[in-house]
C-alpha cells in the first residue's frame, strides 16, 4: 500500500506540474499530453498492477506524439486526420477479414478514401471539389470484387458507377462547363443510401 501511495503521490506531483508549465505558456497541450503518456508508461512499467495506466499512456503517445511530428516535420502539411482515418480504415478492414462482416469493409473502405482525399487535397487543392467521389467510387468497386461479386451482389458496383458521375458531374460544374445554381450533390449520398435501402427491402419482400 505504501508503494502504491507513492507512485500515486508521484503522478498527482507530475500532473500539477505539467498543468502548472502549461497554464506559465512553457509547453502547450500536445508537449503536455506527450510528457503525461510517458509517465503513465513508466508508472506502469516500474509497477505492472493496473492495464489502464499502459492504455492511457499508449493513446495520449499516439495523439500527442502525431500532433507533434506533423507540427515539426510536415510543415504545411496537417497529416493528423489523414492518419486518424486510414488507422481507423485499416482496423474496419481488419476486423472485416476476423469476423467475415461485409459492413466493416464498406466503412473502412469509405474511410480511406476521406483519408486519401485529405492528404491530396492539401497537396493539389482542385482535387477537393470532385476527388472525394472519384475515390469512393474506387473503393466501393474494390469492395465489391472483394466480397460481393462471388455472392452476386450487385449494389456497391452500382454505388461505384454513381459516385464516379458525381465526380464528373463535379469537374463540369467546377470548370463551368455546367451551370447548375440549384445543384446540391451532398444531398446525393443520403439519397443513394435510401434508394439502396427501399432495393433491399422490395428484394426481401419479393423474395417471401
Not at 467546377?174 to 451551370?179: K, Q, S
Request: with cysteine; glycine share 8%; proline share 2%.
Amino acid at each position: 500500500m505504501i508503494n502504491k501511495n507513492l507512485y500515486t503521490g508521484i503522478v498527482l506531483i507530475v500532473l500539477g506540474v505539467l498543468f502548472l508549465l502549461y497554464n506559465l505558456g512553457i509547453f502547450d497541450l500536445a508537449w503536455i499530453l506527450f510528457l503525461l503518456s510517458i509517465v503513465l508508461l513508466i508508472r506502469y512499467i516500474l509497477k505492472k498492477d493496473n492495464i489502464l495506466y499502459l492504455i492511457a499512456g499508449l493513446g495520449l503517445f499516439a495523439f500527442s506524439s502525431l500532433s507533434l511530428i506533423d507540427r515539426y516535420l510536415f510543415i504545411g502539411f496537417n497529416i493528423t486526420i489523414f492518419v486518424y482515418l486510414f488507422v481507423a480504415g485499416c482496423g474496419l478492414i481488419y476486423l472485416y477479414y476476423k469476423g467475415r462482416e461485409r459492413n466493416w469493409l464498406i466503412v473502412g473502405s469509405v474511410l480511406i478514401a476521406f483519408a486519401f482525399n485529405n492528404i491530396i487535397g492539401q497537396v493539389w487543392p482542385m482535387f477537393l471539389p470532385w476527388g472525394k467521389f472519384f475515390l469512393l467510387a474506387l473503393g466501393f468497386y474494390l469492395c465489391y470484387l472483394m466480397a460481393y461479386r462471388t455472392n452476386h451482389i450487385v449494389w456497391p458496383r452500382y454505388i461505384s458507377y454513381i459516385m464516379l458521375g458525381a465526380g464528373g458531374i463535379q469537374i463540369f460544374v467546377n470548370r463551368d462547363m455546367l451551370r447548375f445554381r440549384n445543384l446540391r450533390l451532398s444531398y446525393l449520398f443520403p439519397a443513394i443510401i435510401i434508394l439502396i435501402g427501399v432495393r433491399i427491402i422490395y428484394l426481401a419482400i419479393e423474395r417471401r
